[in-house]
């Protein structure tokens, strides 16, 4: 029912009304009520419910199809194309929705793949002078799919549907099988197979489309890898071999976001080492961290792909600004990092594994950020480094009453590794990010972007 009402919603955005002034109203009310019909959903129904995941993945998409809706309707007015993408985009997102609120394995395994589908068809529609987009798109998606689709029909011939939400367990090999199907569809999914990436290249998209995938689709393997764990603890070996991925991806693209000369390509780039960032959390043990970095990235880089057309105009004007300004002193600039990383330390105190993780991620990125911008002249250093403490000590507040929050829903533990790894590896990634400039955070002032600075921003 949420997925017809969406498409009708979708049909009536791109224009099926005679009024052009009440297409977006019309939109946007009838998102909402759609967000509302999901929310309304039993917890436990037998194919779907709307448990404390579920319900945060209906936020998140609900906020994403009403600015990217809108958007899109823009973008797309008086335009025959836009018939039929803005239908598909808001498709993609609703069968995302669906795969969060699948109560059982073989439900969340038919949308995971719809989700897919739809979204090789969004881009095959969204580039039709340029197939690359959606022939990549196709085969990675396929080699992460097809693997998942075999394991679950093995699972499923063996124990049935699998019921998600604890009321089914999975031991010995079908576990290790279906752990090992997921792994290769979340990494698939984020683009983090084939050099170049699938992600990257949905850059030849129009903004909205790329703002769908970016935000709404490729962080879905932090859902199933989260559900999957419901059924069995992910084993060892794949969270070493997930970690190992986008340890690698990282590494790889630290260097090269910064060396892209247009902002949507390093907006792509930067999106699938965000995603190396968030499946990394759930490799080390960190799910909570790895679901509030899905939230935070989804509307940060959805923002960032609407609001990139008036990003030379944002940048002159920030320009202007700084001029008339002038650059701290040495000595403040290190009593602003002092400040910063005293304030981390405090909070790392009687803080569990995954906000102690969090603060120290952000004491650090939040340091880099400061000393980069700080280099250059400033209008006022205070204001930023008002904004640059409360990131510090209010995110990680938010992160542990979503721990609180979703605790039911996160499945069974599987152990986590020592809280400060992540910096370290964040401090790595500074180093081989090479100058200043890789170590901008994206923002009006540079437009550049980098896996350590960008965490602090989205």
């Known amino acids: 029912m949420i997925l017809l009402l969406a498409l009708v919603v979708a049909a009536v955005g791109a224009g ?25 959903v039993p917890r436990d129904g037998s194919i779907v419910g709307s448990d404390a995941l579920a319900r945060l993945v209906i936020v998140v998409a609900g906020v994403l199809g009403l600015s990217v809706g809108a958007f899109s309707v823009t973008q797309f007015a008086g335009e025959r194309r836009g018939r039929r993408l803005v239908p598909l985009s808001i498709a993609v997102v609703v069968l995302a929705v669906a795969s969060a609120m699948a109560r059982s394995w073989l439900v969340l395994t038919v949308a995971w793949v719809a989700t897919s589908a739809a979204t090789w068809w969004l881009l095959r529609v969204a580039t039709p002078s340029d197939p690359t987009a959606h022939r990549r798109a196709g085969w990675a998606l396929l080699i992460g799919d097809g693997p998942l689709v075999l394991a679950t029909g093995v699972v499923v011939a063996l124990h049935g549907p699998l019921a998600l939400g604890g009321r089914d367990a999975l ?26 990436s699938w992600v990257s290249e949905t850059v030849a998209a129009p903004t909205s489309v790329s703002a769908t995938l970016h935000a709404g689709v490729v962080n879905g393997g932090a859902v199933l890898l989260v559900r999957v764990a419901s059924l069995a603890p992910l084993a060892t070996v794949w969270r070493l071999a997930l970690a190992a991925v986008t340890v ?29 960032f968030m499946l990394l959390a759930i490799a080390l043990g960190w799910p909570v961290l790895a679901l509030a970095h899905l939230a935070g990235h989804s509307l940060y880089k959805a923002h960032r792909f609407i609001s990139s057309g008036g990003a030379i105009e944002d940048r002159a004007a920030a320009r202007r600004r700084a001029s008339r300004g002038t ?44 000393w980069s911008h700080t280099r250059h002249p400033l209008g006022h250093a205070v204001p930023l480094i008002l904004a640059l403490l409360a990131v510090v000590a ?48 994206v923002a009006p002032a540079s437009g550049a972007t980098s896996p350590l600075t960008e965490y602090a921003a989205s």
Do not use: C
């Open 16 to 40: 099926a009304l005679p009024w052009p002034s009440a297409r977006r109203p019309v939109l946007i009310i009838s998102l909402a009520a759609a967000a509302t019909v999901a929310f309304l």
């Open 171 to 196: 031991t010995g090999p079908p576990a290790l099988l279906l752990g090992g199907a997921a792994t290769l569809a979340a990494v698939a999914r984020a683009g983090l197979l084939g050099r170049p």
């Open 248 to 276: 690698t991806t990282l590494l790889r693209l630290a260097p090269a976001i910064s060396r892209r000369a247009d902002l949507k390509g390093q907006l792509a780039l930067s999106t699938v080492a965000q995603m190396s």
């Open 327 to 370: 650059a701290p002193t040495p000595a403040r600039r290190l009593a602003g990092l002092v400040v910063l990383t005293l304030v981390g330390l405090a909070l790392l105190h009687g803080a569990n594994a995954e906000t102690a993780t969090l603060t120290g991620v952000l004491t650090v990125a939040t340091g880099a950020v400061w």
């Open 394 to 441: 209010g995110y990680p507040l938010l992160v542990a009453e979503l721990s609180r929050v979703l605790a039911g829903a996160l499945g069974r533990p599987a152990g986590h590794a020592p809280w400060w790894l992540l910096p370290g590896l964040l401090v790595v990634l500074a180093r081989r990010s090479g100058h200043r400039a890789r170590l901008a955070v």
